[in-house]
T-cell receptor
Framework: NAGVMQNPRHLVRRRGQEARLRCSPM?????VYWYRQLPEEGLKFMVY????????ESGMPKERFSAEFPKEGPSILRIQQVVRGDSAAYFC???????????FGPGTRLTVT | SQQGEEDPQALSIQEGENATMNCSYK?????LQWYRQNSGRGLVHLIL?????REKHSGRLRVTLDTSKKSSSLLITASRAADTASYFC??????????FGKGITLSVRP
């Protein structure tokens, strides 16, 4: 049973470009969570999705950030018009049900130049 | 302020010794989860303890939860050099969104 997959592992974007981060949850998991880790800090919740629905996006910046988890395919975190402050590690986690263990992927390290 | 705050911030012990790490939080929770993160890598899930549980074991790990004191502890017995990592507690207070502390850096000297 493969774990949570994220790609790309490293992403470099120039200011103003778009970044697309992908997450494939563990098999059988329909709940996906995105977190961001800034240097020297703990992880911060961004958004919680369950197939085709956004359950909680209270940690997501109001502008430039969006997330989706379509019926088919991976969950996508999209950052438009990236700025230097978006440079961070973005982690995706999945669980089979809410209030269960969340298993994390290896993360995507975004660098904005 | 942080929901989950770990203590101490850094811990250095000799191989074979036990390591105890503490976590305090502020609001009622559904569950509390402990994770390990090796430098520059993803998080590895260690253990989940629910609000109606007081203690759980997994191999060399023992986790306790005291909801009256809003605190949890993670004990690693007979530590190994491979246990060197950062350890995070994360609380699930609402809607399955985890709130993480800043972590504890554990160094196990061979």
């Amino acid at each position: 049973n493969a774990g949570v997959m994220q790609n790309p592992r490293h992403l470099v974007r120039r200011r103003g470009q778009e970044a697309r981060l992908r997450c494939s949850p563990m098999k059988g998991h329909s709940h996906v969570y995105w977190y961001r880790q800034l240097p020297e800090e703990g992880l911060k919740f961004m958004v919680y999705l369950q197939k085709e629905n956004i359950i909680d996006e209270s940690g997501m910046p109001k502008e430039r950030f969006s997330a989706e988890f379509p019926k088919e395919g991976p969950s996508i975190l999209r950052i438009q018009q990236v700025v230097r402050g978006d440079s961070a590690a973005y982690f995706c986690a999945s669980s089979p049900q809410r209030d269960y263990e969340q298993y994390f992927g290896p993360g995507t390290r975004l660098t904005v130049t | 302020s942080q929901q989950g705050e770990e203590d101490p911030q850094a811990l250095s012990i000799q191989e074979g010794e036990n390591a105890t790490m503490n976590c305090s939080y502020k609001t009622s929770i559904n569950n509390l989860q402990w994770y390990r993160q090796n430098s520059g890598r993803g998080l590895v899930h260690l253990i989940l303890i629910r609000s109606n549980e007081r203690e759980k074991h997994s191999g060399r790990l023992r986790v306790t939860l005291d909801t009256s004191k809003k605190s949890s502890s993670l004990l690693i017995t007979a530590s190994r050099a491979a246990d060197t990592a950062s350890y995070f507690c994360a609380t699930d207070a609402t809607n399955s969104k985890l709130t993480f502390g800043k972590g504890i850096t554990l160094s196990v000297r061979p």
